[in-house]
């Protein structure tokens, strides 16, 4: 079975940064795609970004582009997602999760982690 375990959240000041991190484990990080989804109390789960096998194709949601960027490195067995220009409403519990298929540019999750808590506040 694959594992992974978010870390790096914290409390944040808007404007600030944030990098998370995904260790995955049980089996190899090449052989899946990974993706980050939030969910704030009250809403429904968000996909926030995905990488794929080769960390050649990314993609991010319209909420966080431009601001986020994830990363793979394989010889860490980790995936990074670097938050920068953080705002209130990225307040969320964060996960990263395998994608295991893509259906109409929606990512189809396998097995995630306990999630981190992001929180942006002043």
């Known amino acids: 079975q694959v594992q992974l375990v978010e870390s790096g959240g914290g409390l944040v000041q808007p404007g600030g940064s944030l990098k998370l991190s995904c260790i995955v484990s049980?089996?190899?990080?090449?052989?899946?795609?990974v993706g980050w989804f939030r969910q704030a109390p009250g809403k429904d789960y968000e996909g926030v970004s995905c990488?794929?096998?080769?960390?050649?194709?990314?993609s991010y949601a319209d909420s966080v582009r431009g601001r986020f960027t994830i990363a793979r490195d394989s010889a860490k067995n980790t995936v990074f997602l670097q938050m920068n220009n953080l705002r209130p409403d990225d307040t969320a519990v964060y996960y990263c999760?395998?994608?295991?298929?893509?259906?109409?540019?929606?990512?189809?999750?396998?097995?995630w982690g306990q999630g981190t808590q992001v929180t942006v506040s002043s």
């Open positions: 999760a395998e994608v295991v298929s893509v259906r109409n540019l929606i990512p189809v999750y396998g097995r």
């Open positions: 049980g089996g190899s990080l090449d052989y899946y795609a």
């Open positions: 990488i794929s096998t080769d960390g050649r194709t990314i």
